[in-house]
T-cell receptor, first 110, second 114 residues
Framework: GENVEQHPSTLSVQEGDSAVIKCTYSDSASNYFPWYKQELGKRPQLIIDIRSNVGEKKDQRIAVTLNKTAKHFSLHITETQPEDSAVYFCAAEDYDGLTFGKGTHLIIQP | EPEVTQTPSHQVTQMGQEVILRCVPISNHLYFYWYRQILGQKVEFLVSFYNNEISEKSEIFDDQFSVERPDGSNFTLKIRSTKLEDSAMYFC????????????FGEGSWLTVV
């Protein structure tokens, strides 16, 4: 089955700076890679996703890049704001559904 | 915006008791899922369900677990003879299709086994 590794586990950045979270996956058949944001005690919410036929996707301050050859994908958040503080999970989809990374706790320092 | 809804939001149960967690997926979705998140850990896939049968299940989803769609709207997860290690947040989710479609999560049911 799929194995997703996510780094770092905790990331602290100054407000206004950029944050980058990286994930790798093992199953070359995976072709859908969503990113979820989870605030404390709440449901995971999709913030951006990318399919294997594209290498990059951007939505305002959030972007995701995918390198299928290397089997890694990254989340980029620019101009970070206090409300970006949360746990972010990457995921890869194979036949078993979504396999999640272990999460990155993003802390935005004022 | 349509949402996946779950009940109860929180349940405390004695070890060995049976628990049923309920979910109402988004109405036009065809694929339903249960995921589990132990406190402070990642979200883990349990089972997917389509056309009134299980599509896939993980190693976690053993004989203690079962799912059912008893009517046209509800989707349930039953845990028989609960163990302490079953304490977790259980998320129901649904999607329009299986591959490459957004999976929408419910708010979760927090299960505490004592």
């Amino acid at each position: 089955g799929e194995n997703v590794e996510q780094h770092p586990s905790t990331l602290s950045v100054q407000e206004g700076d950029s944050a980058v979270i990286k994930c790798t996956y093992s199953d070359s058949a995976s072709n859908y890679f969503p990113w979820y944001k989870q605030e404390l005690g709440k449901r995971p919410q999709l913030i951006i996703d990318i399919r294997s036929n594209v290498g990059e996707k951007k939505d305002q301050r959030i972007a995701v890049t995918l390198n299928k050859t290397a089997k890694h994908f990254s989340l980029h958040i620019t101009e970070t704001q206090p409300e970006d503080s949360a746990v972010y999970f990457c995921a890869a989809e194979d036949y078993d559904g979504l396999t999640f990374g272990k999460g990155t706790h993003l802390i935005i320092q004022p | 915006e349509p949402e996946v809804t779950q009940t109860p939001s929180h349940q405390v149960t004695q070890m060995g008791q049976e628990v049923i967690l309920r979910c109402v997926p988004i109405s036009n979705h065809l694929y339903f899922y249960w995921y589990r998140q132990i406190l402070g850990q990642k979200v883990e896939f349990l089972v997917s369900f389509y056309n009134n049968e299980i599509s896939e299940k993980s190693e976690i989803f053993d004989d203690q677990f079962s799912v059912e769609r008893p009517d046209g709207s509800n989707f349930t997860l039953k845990i028989r003879s609960t163990k302490l290690e079953d304490s977790a947040m259980y998320f129901c989710a649904s999607s329009e299709a299986l591959s490459g479609n957004t999976i929408y999560f419910g708010e979760g049911s927090w299960l505490t086994v004592v």
